[in-house]
């Protein structure tokens, strides 16, 4: 193990001609041993370090899912390769925070921190994954990783993930260069995933707090860049079709009264579902429509 | 659940255009249910019945795996659909034969099935992959999915599932089209996993049938057609460079003096390990040998 200023390297993996580096590091806004994995594709390794420095594509993933679930299988890799972009797949949660009940459900507490900073006094000193990722995880990596461009960043994530990245965008209009998602929960303040999240750490007295995180409410007011935005969902995912967790719909009609209108691509896919043998199946479209907007272009 | 003669499907999962079908069915050879993976690709769904028939590659896999793992993390699925050809991926075991001590070591029994018919008396009523899959998922499979070309057929497989894929082909010559490995045990009758399969399922009194499923000392005699042989091993992979489990040198040592002299190209890899990131990162290699000796071509 190797240590930086902030991070412990636990392993490094050679993987597709660049490198699987899984850190971990202490979080303030946690209070909690945190763990993340950083692609470092082959140019990282090639490259003069005086010379241009990598664009990095954010990846937050869906709940009960830690850094390595993405890593496995969802298979960005080779296109981090084939454009030449690094890749960061933070946590889902603070874990172990000891805080009572964390562990009973899979979709509140471990494993479900839903992108917010809790309010809700229980949760409140752990479970901050907004400012975990915006204020701490990305600047303590960009000292430590100087050869990546964090201002030349994007962000994309998977269902509970594919809602944090939308969320992150709108919020921080400027920050990302472009946004995508698979499948995510797109209207979370009227959807039981959402409710359950946002009700445990927000509180379900002011309801107004529900809003400031939920993209098809953000989307109406943002006024940042006008970049499309791409978007797959399943039409065999159960939790789009029966469980209406998703609501992809309420999304694309906001969007039709924001300055993005016409810019949101939402592709329903027959067939698939919301594993991430569908996520894999796609992340080809995702990495070029990132590459474009990162000033990339395709090596092959 | 569809059934079809011999196979249930327990589900069928929308993947790269193609679907994923997880079969399972009663295996004679066995006297257990089975678990096969079929992965078929968009080709299979698009063609005409009548017309062109798929070809197909039999992916065996290593110790402790299910056809699960390489089904999620192999990424064989992309190469699949770019060039047309199906997968079939074999459990690497019985389950649940009960027989006592099966389940109590990683590299003996349950998920170690070594791909041989076992002779000692306590085994050889289950313990009969070899035969399982020649002789009964092979062709099983070939009556039920009448678009699959089974004489069209190629074989790989890694560590355990390696020596498998080298060890059938040499078995039978003219019935694989081509033959790769992934960090292949090359030299059975000389390691620890393989002394202890060898020893457990054929006994440890007669070693003349060791060498019987040793590629090393099949290869010596084989006389089929003289394709080449692709492998590749991780210079970092600790069962090759610590362990000594995979010894590629001896195979390549032995090919020197068989009529495959200078066809084997043994590839030992900077950096990699055993897992399946290092599999992962050569598949597109692999799946362009196959597709040269199956008669495929790449759509891209």
Redesign the interface.
């Known amino acids: 193990m190797s240590t930086t200023s902030t991070f412990t390297t636990e392993s490094e ?5 660049g ?2 580096v899984k850190l971990s590091h202490q979080s303030e806004k946690t209070k909690t041993k945190m763990d993340v994995n950083l692609y470092l594709p082959e140019q990282y390794y090639k490259k003069d370090p005086s010379s241009v420095k990598l664009p990095v594509l954010l990846y937050l993933s869906g709940l009960t899912c830690t850094p390595n679930n993405a890593s ?2 969802a ?1 960005w ?2 296109y981090c390769n084939e454009y030449g972009f690094a890749m960061i797949l933070p946590d889902t949660s603070p874990r172990g925070a000891n805080i009572e009940g964390e562990d009973e459900s899979y979709d509140f507490g471990s494993g479900a921190g839903f992108y917010v900073d809790a309010t809700e006094p229980k949760w409140s000193k752990n479970y901050n994954m907004y400012s975990y990722i915006l204020d701490e995880l990305l600047p303590n990596l960009s000292k430590d990783f100087t050869k990546l461009d964090f201002n030349n960043i994007s962000i994309t994530g998977h269902s509970m993930g594919g809602y944090g990245a939308l969320m992150m965008y709108f919020k921080n209009p400027s920050k990302f260069k472009s946004v995508s998602a698979f499948s995510p929960i797109s209207n979370p303040s009227n959807c039981k995933w959402g409710e359950k999240c946002f009700g445990g750490y927000l509180g379900t007295q002011d309801k107004s707090k529900w809003l400031t995180y939920d993209p098809t409410e953000l989307i109406k007011t943002y006024n940042g860049p006008k970049v499309p935005i791409l978007i797959h969902t ?1 039409k ?1 995912d159960p939790f789009y079709y029966r469980d209406l967790q998703l609501l992809p719909e309420n999304f694309l009609k906001a969007s039709e009264e924001s300055i993005l209108k016409g810019l949101v691509d939402s592709r329903l896919v ?4 919301h ?4 996520i ?2 796609f992340t ?1 479209d995702h990495a070029a429509h990132h590459a474009k907007y990162l000033g990339l272009s395709s090596k092959l």
């Open positions: 993996i050679q993987n597709f001609g490198k699987l496995e299988k298979f890799q080779p399943g065999a027959d067939g698939y579902d594993s991430y043998f569908f894999s199946s080809k």
